[in-house]
């Protein structure tokens, strides 16, 4: 990401110096009305500009970002004409003599393929028309051309053609993030998807087993828990985005733990501590249930069926500006180098459910601060906590699913 920021910053110091060198152009002495000096006021003007230009290209190369960002790419170069492509149509055209689409379309191949910038003169016979001469700057990421920058004007000129190479490479740095952007969203998707992959197929076949158990002995029972199933396995393959609530995440952990309940009964004791004003807190997707199925596996299906009980405590507080989240059971604990291990993907997945993949989920959504907290030793049960922002920019529920923004109710 760093290198990304590094090249935004190299290709916008060509719009700094391009506002500096038109300031100058006007005069040296200061504006009228207390706007500073014409080079002040000049790189300001530069700069808010090519910020308006920003946001829509950072969605990527399409019809209606080049159709919003094309006027104030052309505001930056101050050409009277400007057209954004991709590899094969005009995506948008800005200003005068629309009708050279088709004729800019056949001169680009050239540039489009080798990634190189061209300049050629403009065949018209509109006599009005004041385009005469086209300047071509492709787009490229990742070495791949993605389209190009066209600027039109009535005459060749030298500084057109590296001012408009210069802005095709800012366009391009906006186009990068964006790419950057879509791998990361793509990322999280596919991690979503192992870990439904690695968690459903272990939880599914335990809870058909419990439903089944209970069918002729206690058919309402049966009924019961086969409703809880539902939810819960609604929840974890719904398709409404990559975040959620903590409302939400809680109430999917509830259901859940109904499942473990009927299967372990006695054995399994949870309590949760919910602090209300925490529910509304929007987390990655699928993020606290792998913890507690975690617990749950480590603290009793990997036990002996001698142990009398499990205990299990969630916890979710208020800590300012964070929401404080803690998961822990008294099972067996784990080795801190396994658990090294687990985190950094060198082990065997089951050995640790989803934990790597919580762990590189908030890392990517908050940063690395906010990795998971993990606390355990052999024989000394494992505490797992995680901090999650109240506000992070890009992170926002897709809504809730169906339930009511209360608490689920203490096992």
């Not at 009228?32 to 829509?56: D, M, R």
């Not at 004729?103 to 006599?127: H, K, N, S, W």
């Not at 990068?176 to 791998?183: K, N, P």
């Not at 993990?374 to 809730?400: D, N, W």
Request: glycine fraction near 10%; charged fraction near 25%.
């Amino acid at each position: 990401m760093s290198g990304f920021l590094a090249g935004l910053c190299v290709a916008a110091l060509p719009l700094l110096a391009a506002g500096f060198w038109f300031g100058r152009r006007t005069a040296r002495s200061p504006s009228p009305g207390g706007l500073g000096t014409p080079v002040e006021h000049a790189t300001f003007e530069t700069l808010h500009t090519a910020s308006l230009a920003a946001p829509p290209l950072r969605a990527g190369l399409t019809g209606e970002t080049a159709r919003r960002s094309a006027r104030r790419l052309r505001t930056l170069l101050g050409t009277d004409a400007l057209c954004l492509t991709d590899q094969e149509t005009v995506l948008a055209w800005e200003g005068a003599g629309e009708h050279h689409r088709d004729q800019i379309m056949e001169r680009i191949g050239g540039p489009l393929e080798t990634g190189r910038g061209e300049a050629f003169r403009l065949v018209c016979d509109e006599p009005y028309c004041p385009l005469r001469w086209a300047v071509v700057a492709p787009l490229t990421v990742d070495d791949r051309v993605h389209g190009a920058l066209v600027a039109c004007a009535p005459r060749e000129s030298a500084v057109l053609v590296r001012a408009t190479g210069e802005v095709a490479r800012w366009v391009s740095v906006q186009l990068e993030l964006a790419d950057l952007d879509q791998s990361r969203t793509r990322l999280i998707e596919a991690e979503i998807k192992a870990l439904r992959a690695q968690i459903s197929p272990h939880f599914i076949f335990n809870s058909l087993a419990v439903i089944a158990s209970f069918v002729r002995t206690d058919p309402e029972r049966a009924r019961e828990l086969l409703l809880e199933f539902a939810d819960f396995t609604r929840y974890s393959f719904r398709r409404h985005g990559d975040f959620t609530t903590l409302a939400d995440e809680l109430h999917a952990i509830d259901h859940y733990l109904a499942l473990v309940r009927a299967r372990f009964g006695d054995r399994l004791a949870v309590t949760l501590q919910i602090a209300p004003e925490v529910l509304p807190v929007t987390l990655p997707f699928l993020c606290l249930q792998p913890l507690v199925e975690n617990a749950v596996k480590h603290g009793l299906e990997g036990g002996s069926s001698k142990i009398d009980k499990r205990r299990i405590g969630i916890t979710a507080q208020d800590a300012g500006a964070e929401a404080l989240v803690v998961i822990e059971d008294d099972g067996p604990g784990m080795d801190p180098g396994r658990l090294r291990r687990i985190l950094a993907g060198e082990a065997d997945p089951s050995d640790g459910i989803g934990l790597s993949n919580v762990d590189d989920r908030l890392r990517q959504v908050y940063g690395d601060d906010y990795g998971l907290v993990i606390e355990t030793a052999p024989g000394a049960g494992m505490k797992i906590t995680a901090r999650l922002p109240k506000y992070q920019p890009g992170v926002h529920s897709a809504g809730r699913v169906r339930w009511d923004a209360t608490p689920p109710s203490p096992g």
